[in-house]
């Protein structure tokens, strides 16, 4: 990522923004990116506003349409509060929305943002993801983060990149489907002894039935693509054993990168403890 | 070139809204005016010495002003490093390089914007202790071709030992360690003169052409030589070389 802000050269392989190559055309490529690296590059000295008038002018604004840029970045990334306030004494959050105002001020086609809400609290990581989603569209926003969840609720595509490898890319939905190698329903019980387990285990297209996590819960597993929750449902409300839960666990992100990074060496239940 | 002025204007702010700027300012100006006092005073004492027959070269500006210029090299060789050591140095710390890395412009343009800028700073400095000569102007007169050249020499000198403390501020990104690599840099280019006498004829001559000292006392007893003028130009223009390279090879180490 870094090689694609220009700040690191490539020891191999092209990389290019908008069609710029990073290598040869430096420059060009650099006035169509908007970066905001994992530590806020911030001048405590200089208040919001005159922080992202320097930016601008450094990312090749016209001096007569900085003003405009200025104001456009701080109403979007909502700094309007503290523009006049000094660097130095805003808070974590702040200068998290002032790092991401400082990257799309000049407004470029492209931009790499990392970890963007990292060291926020929930609502602010709620605001900032749905700036982040204002700019789909007219943007191409690549977005590096470790919360996996945040990369299924914001982004478009998803790239796994594993000891430098790019491991996967696709959507989510598709990651997740092509991963899946059954349906999984999690049932939880009153009285789950008494042969449930067999009843279960001999309905039709069901694999596997192991015990879950919690007491009196079970692991359906059923061959793939097949909605076994109706039938599941009548057995055991059928066999008197309380039925309190049901469930159908899909694939979270984290167990498709689990999945992937480690080749699936892990044991096969492993993943599955963690779904839900 | 663009992005020079820009990061230009961002180093004055920074510079001016800092302590260390004033602190060092006032320093110099408390040091500057107890010599100025003191060389006053010892050519009043003279004067009333040798009661009204001056020898022909009896003059206030060489009996004052030339060894206070003398000696305001000496404070400058202090004072520079602190002026220039967060120029880069503080960009590491707070992680700002990557910002300015990642925009278009070029390392070159970094590196004479902020020269630019500590540039100013520094005349500044020497414009207000202009106010030395102007003064005694007031009450006698002065040597203004002896002054003009010995100004000229300071601006050159100056603009030399700046380059010198940028250059430094680029290998590192604490300001002590910036500072004292520059202080060192400046003092070994200070005292390579010294060995002259007791070195062997073939180095005699290249230790005098890069001693600070002797080239700067030619403009401050008057005589504008372009080899001293091209000398101290030119070890500016080397040392910010040298920034820009030391900012371009970071990309690869």
Not at chain 1, 222 to 233: C, K, N, S, T
Not at chain 2, 137 to 166: K, M
Request: with cysteine; glycine share 8%.
């Amino acid at each position: 990522m870094r090689i694609l802000t220009g700040f690191l050269p490539p020891t191999s392989g092209q990389a290019s923004i908008d069609g710029c190559d990073v290598v040869e055309k430096p420059l060009e490529a650099k006035r169509r990116l908007g970066y905001l690296p994992e530590v806020v590059p911030l001048y405590e000295d200089f208040t919001a506003v005159e922080y992202l008038k320097f930016v601008a002018r450094l990312k090749g604004v016209e001096r007569r349409k900085v003003a405009a840029a200025v104001d456009r970045a701080i109403t979007l990334c909502a700094v309007t509060a503290v523009a006049d306030r000094l660097v130095r004494n805003l808070s974590r959050g702040y200068r998290q929305r002032l790092g991401l105002a400082q990257a799309i001020v000049h407004d470029p086609p492209v931009l790499i943002l990392d970890e963007p809400t990292s060291a926020m609290d929930p609502r602010q990581i709620v605001e900032i993801r749905n700036v982040i989603k204002g700019l789909r569209g007219s943007h191409t926003v690549i977005l590096s983060t470790h919360i996996l969840p945040e990369a299924t609720a914001v982004c478009d595509r998803v790239i796994i990149i594993n000891e430098g490898k790019v491991v996967a890319v696709d959507t989510y939905e598709q990651l997740a489907a092509r991963l899946r190698s059954s349906e999984k329903t999690l049932v939880r019980a009153a009285r789950p002894d008494g042969g449930l387990t067999d009843r279960l285990r001999n309905l039709p297209g069901v694999v596997h039935v192991t015990p879950g996590r919690g007491p009196g819960e079970l692991m359906v597993e059923a061959v793939l693509g097949r909605d076994l929750r109706e039938e599941i449902a009548r057995t055991i409300v059928g066999s008197g054993a309380g039925l309190l839960e049901l469930r159908p666990l899909g694939m979270s992100l984290e167990d498709v990168f689990l999945r992937l990074v480690t080749h699936e060496e892990a044991p096969a239940g492993a993943t599955e403890d963690r779904g839900g | 070139m663009r992005g020079t002025f820009v990061i230009a204007q961002k180093e004055v702010r920074q510079i001016f809204s800092s302590p260390i700027a004033y602190v060092a300012l006032a320093m110099f100006f408390l040091i500057e005016g107890y010599l100025f006092f003191s060389l006053v005073g010892v050519y009043s004492l003279q004067v009333l010495q040798l009661q009204g027959t001056p020898p022909p070269d009896f003059n206030p500006t060489r009996l004052i002003f030339t060894p206070l210029y003398q000696d305001t090299t000496f404070v400058l060789l202090l004072l520079v490093p602190v002026l220039t050591m967060r120029l880069v140095s503080e960009e590491d710390r707070a992680h700002t390089m990557e910002l300015l890395a990642t925009s278009p412009v070029t390392a070159t343009a970094i590196v004479l914007g902020k020269y630019l800028a500590v540039a100013a700073l520094f005349l500044v400095l020497l414009a207000i202790s202009a106010y030395m000569p102007l003064s005694l102007a007031l009450i006698g007169r002065l040597d203004w071709g002896l002054l003009a050249a010995t100004y000229l020499g300071l601006v050159l000198l100056g603009g030399a030992f700046l380059a010198v403390g940028l250059f430094a501020s680029t290998l590192n990104e604490n300001q002590i360690v910036s500072a004292a690599i520059g202080f060192a840099l400046l003092l070994i280019f200070w005292i390579l003169g010294f060995a002259q006498q007791t070195a062997s004829p073939g180095v005699q001559p290249i230790l005098q052409a890069l001693s600070l000292a002797t080239h700067f006392s030619n403009l401050a007893g008057g005589i504008i030589d372009t080899q001293d003028v091209l000398f101290f130009l030119s070890l500016a223009g080397f040392f910010l070389f040298l920034g820009v390279v030391a900012l371009e090879s970071r990309r690869w180490r």
